[in-house]
């Protein structure tokens, strides 16, 4: 018996003690007598001897009850002084170090454990994130064929060493460089919420706004950008705004592929980092419902555009075929989406994507930037890493990242296809050999690369951090010196969307800038890979070159009255503005330039080993990981 049960049982005879002293409360008949002996009632009264008795027992009753409640004061007191011993031991200990990019001999140890069969998963499951393809949920989804993992997403977590944060707790700028870019965030910030707040974009220069799916879409663009700031007070009232006035039940044509990567991204990766704010989860389940009616069961292949409203789905406008691309980069969001509602619908469409996709023939892993939804095959004869193609390579790689490394179908994809860049694709410059990544038209090379292939040096680099191999990494840094080449080299330190490279020796430059493709849209491709570099290699460089290339964008394209406006030409300084802010401006660019300036030492927002970015910037959580993802 413990020292509190004996002080209990103490207590309860002190009060039988006191019950025969006292007498009884009521008498024999119910009736109440107020307490003690009723007079008259003398078989109860006991005798002297009796209460004499009664008074020594209580006495040593109250003897031993003081005794038992000292002992309890001592064992209370020597508990709080270990508690205090252990505390200053722990507040004594010196801080563990950061863990850095794996070496190569962990990494091989990784994937020899990935080659051994997974353990079972774990018979206690998280009521806050149930795994929608457990056998009691009934959602079972058995894989494609033998490369595909069983559908194991257990809930069991393993600690990070890198978990300083906490979901839905940002600390906000901690230097300078960040100070800096979250002002920039709040200028343009200014001007949407004064002349375009609810709108899908804004005009800065006019102080008007655009349309295109009606749905809010630079407002959902910079919500998870905004958490990461700390920007609160903006947070707030871009959630409430959310909350009240986004209406997806409106008849209104929407892109697939621009809807689910800055909407439903957007949406989804704001549940997480809000820390799983239940409004973002219900907006992000109906408008993947109202999305699901464009993919097309017969073929395959989504079909590009459909209305939110009465469900209809059609190919686009300007031609016949949906975008390579397009139908490609939906995978990350629909299958978070089947993870975090239990339902695996989304999930089954856009797996059935990949694996048609899967098996159409391809040259060396490359793909034509032109499918068919009715066909289901590819179309055309043009082959780039640039506009209708760049993110199908992207989302190979991210495909596999996501499902923790085990899904190898999408690994095995993009290792060939990287094999099929350096076949087909890499090529180098005269005079100064810069690397560039071409085109084959027709299957003749063309020199011509637009800043979209600006994304590949931080893919590449994303896949040698996870054991892929270095001569991956070298061609990363070629390809990211080209890139920051494309800005230095410009008159005003700004980058044109489309650069064709010397192959002949003759002229000045190894840059051949046409006049039709010498504008600016504030793309953020080239400084998503300076973050991506400088976090996976420390190379203080990448924020050199990434704090050059914000300077540029905050003199040339801030608007006096709010807001920043893409360029018509980065040949002329100084240049003019076409008076568009590009939701991505602030779901992207200002994003990665933000985290590229992180504090060194300080706690990593977003770790790479922790997270995967949609193309749009907005991050998901690795399977099993998302419960030590900040």
Not at 228 to 251: F, H, I, P, S, T
Not at 438 to 458: A, Q, T, Y
């Amino acid at each position: 018996m413990t020292t509190l049960q004996q002080v209990v049982v103490g207590v309860a005879g002190l009060l039988a003690i006191s019950y025969v002293v006292s007498g009884s409360d009521s008498n024999s008949n119910g009736n109440s007598n107020g307490g003690g002996f009723a007079p008259g009632d003398g078989a109860n009264v006991p005798s002297a001897q009796e209460l004499a008795q009664a008074v020594d027992k209580l006495d040593n009753e109250n003897r031993m009850l003081r005794n038992m409640i000292g002992e309890v004061q001592k064992e209370q007191k020597k508990q709080l002084q270990l508690q205090n011993a252990a505390a200053a031991a722990a507040a004594a200990a010196p801080a563990r170090p950061k863990r850095g990019p794996p070496s190569r001999e962990i990494v091989a140890q990784r994937h020899a454990q990935q080659r051994q069969p997974p353990p079972p998963p774990p018979l206690q499951v998280s009521a806050l994130d149930v795994d929608p393809y457990a056998a009691d949920n009934k959602v079972s989804h058995p894989p494609a064929d033998p490369e595909a993992p069983a559908r194991d997403r257990s809930v069991g977590r393993k600690p990070s060493p890198k978990r300083a944060l906490k979901l839905g707790e940002y600390p906000g700028p901690q230097n300078d460089k960040q100070q800096a870019v979250v002002k920039t965030f709040r200028w343009a910030w200014k001007g949407y919420k004064e002349s375009a707040w609810g709108q899908d974009e804004l005009l800065p220069v006019s102080k008007t706004s655009s349309t295109w799916f009606n749905l809010g879409l630079t407002l959902i663009d910079s919500l998870d950008t905004m958490l990461l700031m700390g920007l609160k007070e903006e947070y707030k009232e871009a959630r409430d705004w959310v909350e009240k006035d986004l209406k997806l039940d409106q008849n209104k044509d929407v892109n697939l592929f621009e809807c689910t990567i800055r909407v439903l991204g957007g949406l989804i990766s704001t549940y997480w980092l809000s820390g799983k704010d239940p409004m973002y989860l219900e907006k992000a389940r109906d408008l993947g419902d109202r999305l699901m009616p464009a993919f097309n069961k017969k073929s395959g292949v989504p079909f590009s555009d459909v209305n939110i409203g009465t469900g209809n789905s059609h190919k686009p406008k300007w031609g016949s075929d949906s975008s390579t691309s397009e139908v490609t980069t939906i995978q990350l969001e629909f299958r978070e989406l089947s993870r975090i509602t239990g339902d695996p619908k989304y999930d089954d469409a856009v797996t059935q994507v990949m694996e048609h996709v899967r098996g159409l023939p391809k040259k060396d892993g490359l793909v034509p930037i032109f499918i068919n939804a009715v066909s289901g095959k590819f179309s055309g004869n043009t082959i780039t890493l640039g506009a209708r193609g760049d993110s199908y390579y992207e989302y190979l790689l991210k495909q596999w990242l996501q499902s923790d490394r085990k899904d190898n179908r999408w690994k095995n994809m993009y290792t060939e296809t990287v094999d099929g860049i350096f076949k087909h694709l890499v090529k180098e410059s005269s005079p100064n050999k810069l690397t560039y990544l071409g085109e084959l038209i027709n299957g003749s090379p063309s020199p011509k690369m637009d800043h979209l292939v600006c994304f590949m040096p931080g893919t590449l680099a994303l896949g040698t951090a996870n054991g892929l191999p270095d001569s991956h990494m070298e061609l990363a840094k070629k390809l990211m010196k080209t890139c920051y080449e494309m800005y230095r080299q410009m008159p005003i330190g700004l980058a044109p969307e489309i650069a064709h490279f010397n192959t002949h020796g003759k002229g000045q430059g190894d840059l051949i800038i046409k006049d039709a493709d010498a504008h600016n849209l504030l793309r953020p491709e080239t400084v998503e890979s300076l973050f991506i570099m400088h976090r996976i290699t420390k190379d203080p460089v990448y924020v050199e070159w990434g704090w050059e290339i914000y300077k540029k964008f905050e003199k040339y394209c801030r608007v006096d009255t709010g807001g920043y406006s893409s360029l018509h030409s980065v040949k002329k300084d100084p240049p003019s503005m076409r008076n568009k802010m590009e939701s991505f401006f602030l779901g992207e660019t200002l994003k990665y330039l933000f985290l590229l300036f992180e504090e060194p030492g300080a706690p990593e927002l977003v770790p790479l080993d922790q997270w995967v970015f949609n193309t749009e910037a907005h991050p998901l959580p690795i399977f099993n990981k998302e419960e030590t993802a900040v």
